[in-house]
Nanobody, 125 residues
């Protein structure tokens, strides 16, 4: 059964950095691309970044240049390095797969697929 588990959230001051991890179970990036998504209180879930097995990456305009998505050599883990964090980045962050090989550009919330449980990121002013 395809599963994803996030970790690495926390509280950080504005301008700080965090690195999120997403462990993939029962699949690797060679099979399906993995995206990062977030949902702030009172807002809709939105796409943040995506990486495919071929190394292609896509980003939401709001995070481009600040966030970087990557994977481990075995392609069983995906990371989201977040630099220059802003208060507006506060949200629950999820990793998920739409069970397709390629990333959508920009990353869009998939209508189906597998999701992790989410990890809270809070940026204080």
């Amino acid at each position: 059964q395809v599963q994803l588990v996030e970790s690495g959230g926390g509280v950080v001051q504005s301008g700080g950095s965090l690195r999120l991890s997403c462990i993939l179970t029962e699949f690797t990036l060679e099979y399906f691309a993995v995206g990062w998504f977030r949902q702030a209180p009172g807002k809709e879930r939105e796409g943040v970044a995506c990486i495919s097995g071929s190394g292609d990456t896509t980003y939401a305009r709001s995070v481009r240049g600040r966030f970087t998505v990557s994977n481990d050599p075995a392609k069983t883990s995906v990371y989201l390095q977040m630099n220059g964090l802003q208060v507006e980045d506060t949200a629950v962050y999820y990793c998920a797969t739409e069970l397709i090989k390629a990333c959508r550009d920009p990353p869009l919330v998939p209508p189906y697929g597998a999701w992790g449980q989410g990890t809270q990121v809070t940026v204080s002013a």
